[in-house]
């Protein structure tokens, strides 16, 4: 099963950019730029990965982000992470980045925008991955300074697909930032949302009904409601749920407990994902190997996942048919 999941074309939707810096290059990039480190070794960052609650992932995540200063920075940070990808045959990728992470810290929107792009088109030459890229918005900031962030990334803004909604989800419901995804969905951005992670399951509602969002991140509390449920699979909505990350931060306590394996025999648009792969453990591979194993999931549901992804990522028709061509051929084989 294991050579058949690495051999398994694959896409993923929900994945923090900012969460993919491996120990090694925070380490190499706190040297370019003289960063003191509050840690001494590879090993020692590596040791405060395994953190155990969601705090202590915070305060490492942002430690973290401090290496990030130059374009050259965030060309590096993605341009790992696509290799990566595509090495473990990811055809495509969206990225979210978080803008208000670094603007906070005096660093240039532009800055950041202009090192992942770069990277990506570089990735895509050397590598064949397809990304885009989607603009995140910060929930436990203001929806001012979500406006501000929208204002400042419209000049550029055929460099981003879609705006999500991340960081701490529990008291800051989607209301919070009605006004903001109305202005981006007028500005012809495409709509996603982090919801019903910790957050409840009214909180997907309010995604769905109040940010009108194209596709939902995470979703697990969907399963509290059995009208929902019927809802997101009316409206074909695509689930980007991440396995590790539900582990790792306790949103299962264990992987035989996720709600995927249900969610697929709902007849729902669940896809699988890595979020924060340095952080969480793994990658796409590792992710699915994992959810494999504990779910017992058959070559028909790995087909499915990754179907579902093609089916609900933002590429064009094209490109989805080309994509669904190498997944069938995988089925076959
Ligand atoms: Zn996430």
Known sequence: MRELIEKMPKVELHLHIEGSLEPELMFQLAKRNNIDLPYSSVEEVRAAYDFGNLQDFLDIYYAGCKVLIHEQDFYDLTYAYLKKAAEQNVMHTEMFFDPQTHTERGIELETVAKGICKAAKAAKEDFGISSLTILSFLRHLSEEAAIATLKAALPMKDKFIAVGLDSSEVGNPPQKFQKVYQMAGEEGFLKVA???????????????????????????????????????????????????????????????????????????????????????????????????????LSKRDLFQLTSNAIEVSFVNADRKADMMHKLNKWMKA
């Open 194 to 296: 982090h919801a019903g992670e910790e957050g409840p399951a009214q909180y997907i509602w309010d995604s769905l009904n109040l940010l009108k969002i194209d596709r939902l991140d995470h979703g697990n509390r969907a399963m509290d409601d059995e009208d929902l449920l019927k809802e997101l699979k009316q409206r074909k909505m695509g689930l980007t749920l991440c396995p590790l990350s539900n582990r790792k931060l306790q949103v299962v306590k264990d992987l035989k407990d996720h709600p995927v394996k249900k969610m697929l025999n709902k007849g729902l648009k669940a896809t699988v994902n890595s979020d924060d792969p340095a952080y969480f453990g793994g990658y796409m591979n590792e992710n699915f190997i994992a959810i494999t194993e504990a779910l017992n």
